[in-house]
């Protein structure tokens, strides 16, 4: 074939590569558009909510404006009031409206006690809608050809039964501009009528509350003569106030309505005046009362549960990890308990040795040991350098999480990972290195000369860099052995701090710096031979094995879109490298146009690779019988008298995978928890969350995974970090 002919093959081939390419960017653009656009309505299996509108005038500067929620609930579910009682959470609205529009609060419907054993809760069962005024200003200038305008609506509502369930909608709605939007005229009046009426509160002090004895003694003048002698129903707007679920007294003095409500012994808050809601008949009344004398002293709030801060304390006896509340500045841990954590980071640093993200590449080290097997002085430097990048490795990453923690920043072990532009990084650095050890090219050929022999020159420096990449990817799998003791990193200082971190690379360089220097690991090898290309062209398959990992990860972290993406730009990278590798008219056609077309991908899709899209960034919905876990939520749950298993997990966590994959669906381990009624949360980390890091460190923990199993009236149990299914089916029995 004619090097003409060759060149129009060529440039056929990108024309119609490129125009893949495009065309698949644009669908992905299209898609995301359609996406974002909405719809007015969300449907899940337990709620329809829609966005709805209702301006009477059209729309434009000062006429009326209401949007709402309307919510239908499936039978027996509900969702709750802005005080949602003793547990359960009110429904948020976060608009995003034109310019010169501004939404205002939620103007609540009066909610009604809903039991659930010995908690009462406020909120709405069937149909309701939480209309939102808006106030339209002049700067509201949609142009003069604008027939419609856009209204935005993010919203989050938890739906209970007897279990409870977090949902989210996204919700769009177009306005008509200069027409009446009546269609929901009829809810949102009835809206208006379910809203509590607000009553005038004197100066003559006929309506009043104080405090005595532990309880709120009120008084509320100004209601309608018709409700005298009936039994109105109470609600205290501000929660953790009252004994929701505890019976009052109830009279009327003449016109006046007096109650004896109890105060909540764990009363967190001390509302002046104090907002409440009285009802009948569907209809409220709303008055704000002053508090007459005053209210009492709060006592401090705890930060963790009483039974999680016992635990706590009783481990911190025993060195296990740090008490809540402690003193904000580290005190030095005794010695006795600093030796034990060292000798543990060093043990779980021989073992680590042994686990998936790491072997491929201790292996071609063995590779490179047996090269040189002759040579005891290289064999021993080549060691020392191994063992000084891996201790210099864990020593910098060590000191980077304790100074972004010392500078307020939430984060723990293994939060490299938790950055796609790390993940994406690392997943290149591999798929270079699987290329090299399949032999599509070597160094020596695909480099000019100066560059070609740095490897050979320079193996000290080869070998020190070989430790910093073992500690790149080690790194995520050190929790399963350090648990405990990088939870205890956080509560000393510096120096103790940076000892366990010593330790922990100290027993990952071991085995391979005593190899290096016992002549008698050297002679047992096999002398080098054929065998050593084949064990070379192997090896470059568990290095692609950890590339689909890296690529898994990155994908639950940025979406199908970043993960389709770094795959595209790893199988463009290995196009220009073997085109590097060619030579003559082929290596001066191809390899130019395959880096050009690397170089573009990495142009235009490294943003779908290193952010987190808005959708990304919410927390998806978890399968089967598991919820996404929040802050406070096992508390809430444990209330209502259940018992809740947490599992603290994260997608770059191989250990956290293994026990998913073996202890938590084990049958009988699913039947145990299903006998008991166990609650199941999933604290996700894959992504950075500065609430699970929070929640870790109150546990004396600094990385993933970790199993609770929280239990009304009893200390939480906190498992190993390689779980047991008989530990937990015993822990379970024992409920």
Known sequence: MSTHLLQRWLFTLIFIATSAFSISAGAQISLKTSATAGSSVVTTPYVRAELVAHAPEGVGPGQPLWLGLSITHQPEWHTYWKNPGDSGLPTQLQWQLPEGMDAGEIVWPVPHKIRIGNLANYGYEGQVLLPVPVTVSGAFAPGPLAKEVTVQLQASWLVCRKECIPEEGHFTLQLPLRSTTAVDAAAFAAAHQAAPQALPVGSDGSSSARVQDGALVLRVAGLPAALQGQTLEFFAETASVIETAAPYTQAWEGAVWTARVPLS????????????????????????????????????????????????????????????????????????????ALLGALLGGLVLNLMPCVFPVLAIKVVGFARHAQDTRAHRISGLAYTAGVLLSFLGLGALMLGLRAAGEAVGWGFQLQSPAVVATLAVLFTLIALNLAGVYEFGRMLPSSLAGL????????????????????????????????????????????????????????????????????????????????????????????????????????????????????????????????????????????????????????????????????????????????????????????????????????????????????????????ARNVALLRADWTRRDPAITAALTQLGRSGVPVYVLHAPGKAPVVFSEILSANDLRAALAAL
């Open 265 to 340: 012994p764990q009363r967190s808050a001390s509302p002046e005046p104090l907002p409440v809601v009285l009802a009948h008949g569907g209809q409220g009344w709303r008055a704000e009362l002053p508090v007459a004398g005053g209210w009492p002293a709060l006592a401090a709030a705890a930060t963790v549960s009483p039974a999680l801060e016992a635990a706590l304390r009783a481990n911190a006896q025993l060195g296990n990890s740090p008490a809540p509340g402690a003193a904000a500045a580290p005190a030095a841990a005794p010695l006795g308990t600093w030796l034990l």
């Open 455 to 674: 490897q050979a020159r320079h193996p000290v420096a080869d070998a020190f860099l070989t430790g910093v990449l073992a500690v790149a990817v080690a790194s995520p799998c050190t929790a399963p052995f350090m648990g405990a003791s990088l939870g205890l990193t956080a509560t000393l200082p510096a120096a103790q701090a940076l000892g366990i971190f010593a330790a922990l690379g100290l027993g990952l360089a071991l085995p391979y710096l005593l190899a290096s220097w016992l002549p008698a690991f050297a002679r047992a090898l096999p002398r080098p031979g054929a065998w050593m290309q084949t064990l070379r062209r192997f090896l470059a398959f568990p290095m692609l094995a950890t590339v689909v990992w890296l690529v898994w990860v990155l994908g639950q972290q940025t979406g199908i879109d970043g993960a389709a993406a770094l795959l595209a730009l790893l199988v463009a990278l290995s196009m220009a490298v073997w085109a590097l590798t060619l030579r003559g008219t082929a290596r001066r056609l191809i390899a130019p146009l395959s880096i050009a077309a690397c170089a573009w991908l990495a142009w235009n899709w490294m943003p779908n690779i290193v952010e987190i899209s808005e959708q990304q960034a919410q927390k998806a919905p978890v399968s089967g019988a598991w919820q996404p876990w929040r802050p406070g939520l096992a508390d809430e749950i444990v209330a209502t008298g259940r018992p809740v298993f947490v599992d603290y997990t994260a997608a770059w966590c191989v250990t956290c995978q293994y026990n998913k994959k073996t202890t938590l669906a084990d049958a009988e381990v699913l039947a145990d928890l299903a």
